[in-house]
């Protein structure tokens, strides 16, 4: 029996939620770019804009597609270019599952950090400004990092049934027990 294809996901977009009117209207940030690695194929994929139905194809095809706060972000953003429902996909959203567990929504850089020991490379802001600079290659790249980030916390919480974060409340490093 061949082993699934789980295909890590995030995106990145061309407008910031000020830009649009806010955050209630994410289907209007339009995708900057999105990158996914596949755990059959083994290798990372870039998708700029005019490549989005490519990348609906490989998320559909996917035997789940794994992500940090891809649900309530990703997705909407993407909702606008897909003929499919999306909700129809298999995902694991890690953000969603952390936050069933601990009540709150714990970023990917202060999860990445405590589980890893390495945070993020940039944030969405950066990406916002190199879009507007056309600098697709700088964006690319942390979005590379991001999904290999989300990659490497979704492996650490398999093997072993926990990842970290870092409690504002009680000043000190915790534990989450996960079960992907």
């Given amino acids: 029996m061949s082993s699934p ?4 996901f995030d995106l990145e977009t061309q407008k910031s939620a000020a830009e649009v009117g806010g955050w209630h209207n994410k289907r209007a940030m339009k995708v900057a770019l999105g990158v996914t690695y596949s755990t059959l194929r083994g290798t990372y994929e870039i998708y700029r ?9 490989e998320l559909q095809r996917a035997d789940r597609v794994i992500g940090y706060n ?7 953003v993407l909702a606008p270019y897909a003929v499919f429902d999306l909700s129809q996909v298999p995902v694991l959203d890690l953000m969603r599952d952390v936050e069933k567990t601990i009540g709150l929504r714990v970023g990917l850089d ?20 190199w879009w507007k600079e056309g600098k697709l290659a700088k964006i690319a790249e942390y979005c590379c990092y ?12 398999l093997q072993y049934g926990c990842v970290f974060y870092f409690s504002k409340k009680t ?8 079960n992907w």
């Fill in 49 to 57: 804009e005019d490549d989005v139905y490519a990348l609906l194809q």
């Fill in 171 to 178: 000043q000190r490093r915790e534990k989450v027990p996960v």
């Fill in 110 to 129: 202060a999860i990445s950090e405590q589980t890893l020991g390495c945070g993020k490379t940039a944030d969405g802001m950066d990406s916002l400004k």
């Fill in 146 to 157: 991001d999904v290999k980030a989300t990659r490497l916390v979704h492996e650490f919480g």
């Fill in 70 to 76: 891809v649900i309530d972000f990703d997705f909407e």
């Fill in 5 to 8: 294809n789980l295909v890590y």
